[in-house]
Nanobody, 121 residues
Framework: QVQLVESGGGLVQSGGSLRLSCAVS????????MGWYRQAPGKQRELVAN???????NYADSVKGRFTISRDNAKNTEYLQMNSLKPEDTAVYYC???????????????WGQGTQVTVSS
């Protein structure tokens, strides 16, 4: 069983900062991509940022220069540092990982339970 446990969401004023964490545990052979998605009410889930096993990053245009994704491979944990938050960043944030549970297994996608981020104006 693979589990993703998110933490760090909450309520913050516009211009503030939050740091999200996502710890992956269970039967894991290797983790490839890690990422963060978000879904606002009435909207589709969208990619916020992702990071490869080699450390290459990719960001949505709306968060470039404000958000930073990182990972600690020794701890199987990813982070999303969010600065200069805006009301339009309000959403449920989900962590995502693509991993293999054994050497011979195919890669599979796993999701966290979601954490609410609310930015007040």
């Amino acid at each position: 069983q693979v589990q993703l446990v998110e933490s760090g969401g909450g309520l913050v004023q516009s211009g503030g900062s939050l740091r999200l964490s996502c710890a992956v545990s269970g039967s894991i052979f290797s983790i490839n991509n890690m990422g963060w998605y978000r879904q606002a009410p009435g909207k589709q889930r969208e990619l916020v940022a992702n990071i490869t096993s080699g450390g290459s990053t990719n960001y949505a245009d709306s968060v470039k220069g404000r958000f930073t994704i990182s990972r600690d491979n020794a701890k199987n944990t990813e982070y999303l540092q969010m600065n200069s938050l805006k009301p339009e960043d309000t959403a449920v944030y989900y962590c995502h990982v693509r991993l293999k549970v054994t050497l011979w297994a195919y890669e599979d996608d796993y999701w966290g339970q979601g954490t609410q981020v609310t930015v007040s104006s």
